[in-house]
């Protein structure tokens, strides 16, 4: 089993800041890439940020504003926020593309957390 926990979600008013955090724990191998998606109502789901192969991508909307990291020792990635705008507003999902121990065998799939709640709004 995997679980991803985030947390760090909330409201802020335009151009504040958030950190949001999610870690991977289970039977992990391998993690292949790790990174954030959002859905805002009514919208499908986008990539935020995501590392992967060693590089970092960021969707245009966020480059400039929203910084990924990672702490690869314990499987934990996190995003910065800052110069909030309203159009952020979305539901953040953390997701992790990696490899599962399941007994004598490894499995390879994607899983992702539960989503936080992310509200810019004055």
């Known amino acids: 089993q995997v679980q991803l926990v985030e947390s760090g979600g909330g409201s802020v008013q335009p151009g504040g800041s958030l950190r949001l955090s999610c870690a991977a724990s289970?039977?992990?191998?391998?993690?292949?890439?790790m990174g954030w998606y959002r859905q805002a109502p009514g919208k499908q789901r986008e990539l935020v940020a995501q590392?992967?192969?060693?590089?970092?991508d960021y969707a245009a909307s966020v480059k400039g504003r929203f910084t990924f990291s990672r702490d690869n020792a314990n499987n934990t990635v996190y995003l910065q926020m800052n110069s909030l705008k309203p159009e952020d507003t979305a539901v953040y999902y953390c997701y992790a593309d990696l490899v599962l121990r399941k007994g004598i065998v490894q499995v390879r799939g994607v899983y992702w957390g539960q989503g936080t709640q992310v509200t810019v709004s004055s």
């Open positions: 289970g039977a992990i191998v391998t993690i292949y890439s």
């Open positions: 590392v992967a192969s060693g590089s970092t």
